[in-house]
Every structure is written in C-alpha cells, then in structure tokens.
C-alpha cells in the first residue's frame, strides 16, 4: 500500500511529538511512526523551566499542572568536599509561571505527549519501525555519494506485516540516539571532549528535601572530581539516582554495573547519607553516553532533530528541552515551506545555526564544570552575574544576552587551563566504531518507570 502525507515524523520521543502537534495545529496532514508500544521507559528526567513555552504552545501545560509529576524550582550544586551552593532559585530571576518545571517519569510524560499529539489530530502509530528514509536519486546533484536526492518518504514496517511506502512532502526524523538519516549520510561528529557514562538507579524512601525544595534537581560532585551524582525526586516517594563519569573511568576494568555503582555511592557521602534509609526498586541502568551532532539539520526534504540531530552532556538537563525547541523549530520552518512551495534544505534548517550557538552555549557551561568551575566560588566573586548563570541553567541559550557572563568566567581560569576544543574537531562516526551510544537495561526494570 503506498499513500501520501503532508509530513512523516520518525520517532514518538518529546521531538517527534512536538513537531507533529505544532504541524497538526496548522491542519497538516502528519503521520508518526514509533517502533516501540508506549509506555516505554526512557531516560532524561529532570526538565528545564525554558520548556514551558514549548510546552504552552503544544497546550500541554494544563496537563503538566494537573499531573502528579514533582515541581522543581531550582538547581543545587554540591562540590567535591561536600559544601552546597546555594539554590539556584529559578523565580528569584524570572518572577513568572514559567519559572516552575517538572522532575517526570518519561514513560508517563513521552505517553502525555503522544496522546496529546493524537489529539490534535496527528496519526500517531506505535510498534512501527521505519525501515529507511527513502531518496529520489534522479535530485540528486550527483556531485558525491553524500547527496542522496530529496527525501520523499520512508518504508516502514507495522507490527509482524510487510514494509510499504509511505510517501511525504516532507520527512522529519525524530528518531532519537538512532539517529537514521545522521547515520545513512554520515553526518554524525563525535564531540572531542564530552565522552561520559553513566550508571543509575531508583530509590524509595529516599532523603527529600521540604516544601519547595522538595523538587529541587542537585548535582553533587564525587570528591576525587572525576563526575557526578544526579539526585532527582519524582512522585510516589521515589527518586532517580545516577554517577555520570568520564567513559573509560566508569566502565574500564571496574566490576558489574552494581558494583561500580556501589563503590561510587560509597566515596560520595552526601549521596550515600541521602539514600542510606531508603530501599532500591529497580536494578542497575547504564549508558555509554558519547555526546555528538550532525554536520547539518536539513537537506532537501528532510530534517532532523532532537537527539537524532545532537546529544549533549547531561549535566544541565537540556535534552528535553532541546528536543522540543528544536521540535518548534522545524515545525515553522516546514509550516512556512510548504505555504510558498520550498522544501529545500536551506528553507527547512533556517534555525541550524542560531539554533547551534545556543547549544554551543549550554556545552561551554558544561565543559567548564568538568574543568573546574565551581557555581559558588564564581557567584561568590561575581555576585551580578548569579541572574545570567540562572539564565543559561534554565535554558535561555538563544540569545547573546548571556554571553557577558563568559568573560568574567575566564578570570577565574587557572594559568594551565587549556582552551576548549568545539565540538566540530572532534571523530567523524565512521572512523570511531568503537564508539557507539548503548543503552543496558536491567532485567528488573521495576514497576515504577513503565
Ligand atoms: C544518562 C542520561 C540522562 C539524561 N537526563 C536528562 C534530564 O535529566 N533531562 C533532560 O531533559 N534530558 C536528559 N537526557 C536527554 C534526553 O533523554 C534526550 O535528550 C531526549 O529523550 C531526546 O528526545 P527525542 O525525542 O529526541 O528522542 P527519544 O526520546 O529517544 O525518542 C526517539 C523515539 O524514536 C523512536 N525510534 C527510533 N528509531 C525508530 C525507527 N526506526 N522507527 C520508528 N521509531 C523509532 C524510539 O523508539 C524513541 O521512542 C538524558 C540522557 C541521558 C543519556
């Protein structure tokens, strides 16, 4: 059976859903193909207070208010030996509702997603696997193997039935670290510094703070300063609790998954005191966690986004929000496409570049941190500045605003500090094979994260 859509959407993730909502909206004709029945558990947990314009826009924030997901309203840094930062408040900054973000659980909250997609009118089908985009080589401007042609569509696979065709003006790929288009054209770079793992698990009964710290997402440092702990609460008492450190640290010559974990809680005493009353309820999750972006966003016909375009570091907590604003993003630029008839590449990734500088930005904070940057330490000297390092926290990246922060950053430099390599120097792909993002479940996933 072959049909034609206005917009196929590969992937039913927070990206997926938010460009098929904002393209329904605007009475496009939109199928998404998801290969896995949802709920599914994900990881990606803690949301950032710059969502909630996505979020208003796809009206999802009724939803988000009514759920039983924890809120969050500040971020707390907790150093090597111990001492806490003081709460990044993110209202003390911005005194608007926006302010307030949400700590989910991602089966729950991709499901909310999804079925608000269906509501607005987006054929949604789960359990259907996209096989391959496919290309019109008869486009192709033949210069070299990397131009396949204009995107016309994809071949996907529902359930245990055949592959068919489905035909569209335009396809997004929204398929997360698999990343389909990214890695049929090899546009995937591997970032030359942010080479992480993690490793995490779920606790009950875990320490919660009170009232409106209760919600509050806190990054402690490992005293050795080799990574760090999230400790993220969410509902039903439960709270998410994972060591993220540099891959070969992590993974190499150490023991199983729980061992390692155990060994990292043990040296951190404030996690260890947080979790010492409380009881496990799901085994060990790890991930290989190389961070990376594609060359590009778009070509003729097709665009990418959310993790299937890029992957950074999840320090900060910006996946979620950078798959929706990227969601947003392509959305418009293919709404404005198909009304004057240009669904080439420039049309479709108008918003690459500024949409690469606001996560240059994100990835600065980032590799600052791990060379030595200490929130209280910089706030301490450079207390003006505590509203412009709130900014980025809550993921005001697209704009040159907080760009004044940097300077005063590099006076606390130390002399032997090296400059920091961008992300585009760092291993093409295809000539690291060994690097591949992996995702380990454990066999007790537990009835909490489904
Ligand atoms: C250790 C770790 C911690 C993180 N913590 C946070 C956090 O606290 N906050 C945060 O915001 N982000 C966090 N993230 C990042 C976050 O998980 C991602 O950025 C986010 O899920 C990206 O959304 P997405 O929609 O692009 O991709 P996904 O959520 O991965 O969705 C992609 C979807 O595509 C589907 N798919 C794939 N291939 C196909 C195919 N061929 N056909 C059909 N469907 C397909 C998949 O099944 C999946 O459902 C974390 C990531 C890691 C690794």
Redesign the pocket.
């Known amino acids: 059976m072959n049909e034609t859509v206005d917009v196929v959407v590969?992937?039913?993730?927070?990206?997926?859903a938010t460009v098929s909502t904002l393209l329904a909206q605007q009475g496009l004709k939109v199928r998404l193909?998801?290969?896995?029945h949802f709920p599914r558990f994900?990881?990606?947990?803690?949301?950032i207070p710059e969502t909630y314009w996505v979020l208003k826009r796809l009206n999802m924030l009724p939803k988000m208010q009514a759920s039983r997901f924890v809120k969050k309203y500040s971020v707390q840094f907790v150093n090597s030996r111990g001492k806490e930062s003081a709460p990044f408040y993110f209202w003390d900054n911005k005194p608007h509702e926006c302010s307030q973000t949400w700590q989910v659980v991602r089966s729950e909250f991709d499901q909310m997603m999804l079925d608000n997609a269906r509501e607005h009118g987006v054929e949604a089908l789960e359990g259907?696997?996209?096989h391959e985009v496919l290309f019109d080589p008869t486009t192709s401007l033949g210069a070299s193997g990397a131009d396949p042609g204009r995107a016309v569509g994809v071949s996907v696979k529902i359930g245990d039935g055949p592959l068919h065709e489905v035909r569209a003006k335009v396809v997004v790929d929204?398929?997360?670290?698999?990343g389909?288009i990214s890695n049929k054209l090899r546009l995937r770079v591997w970032d030359p510094v942010l080479n992480k793992g993690?490793i995490w698990t779920y606790w009950e009964g875990a320490y919660r703070d009170q009232a409106k710290d209760e919600g509050a997402t806190v990054v402690l440092q490992t005293p050795d300063k080799k990574g760090w702990f999230w400790y993220?609460p969410q509902h039903d008492n439960i709270v998410s609790v994972?060591v993220v450190a540099p891959f070969d640290y992590l993974f190499k010559g150490r023991g199983p998954f729980e061992q390692t974990y155990e060994e990292e809680v043990e040296r951190c005493v404030g996690v260890k005191e947080r979790v010492s009353k409380a009881t496990r309820v799901t085994g060990y999750f790890a991930?290989k966690?190389y961070s990376y972006r594609s060359k590009k966003v778009s070509g003729d016909g097709w665009v990418m986004i959310?993790?299937?375009w890029g992957?950074l570091d999840?320090l900060y907590?910006?996946?979620?929000?950078?798959?929706l604003k990227s969601g947003e993003l392509a959305a418009d630029a293919i709404v404005a496409g198909l009304a004057k008839g240009d669904t080439g590449a420039a049309q479709l990734g108008q918003w690459d570049a500024d949409f690469n500088r606001g996560v240059d930005r994100m990835r600065r904070l980032v590799c600052e941190y791990y060379d030595g940057l200490s929130f209280g330490n910089f706030i301490q000297k450079y207390p003006e500045h505590r509203g412009t390092v709130t900014d980025l926290l809550i993921g005001d990246l697209f704009t040159e605003r907080v760009d004044k922060v940097w300077a005063p950053l590099e006076t606390t430099y130390a002399a032997d500090k090296q400059p920091i390599p961008a992300w585009n120097i760092g291993t093409p792909v295809t000539d690291a094979p060994e690097k591949a993002n992996e995702l380990f479940l454990p066999d007790d996933i537990g009835r909490r994260v489904v």
């Open positions: 590969i992937g039913g993730g927070p990206a997926g193909f998801e290969r896995e994900h990881i990606g947990e803690s949301l259907a696997r996209v929204a398929s997360g670290q698999n389909l993690a993220i994972g991930t966690d959310g993790d299937a992957f999840p907590s910006s996946g979620v929000l950078l798959a």
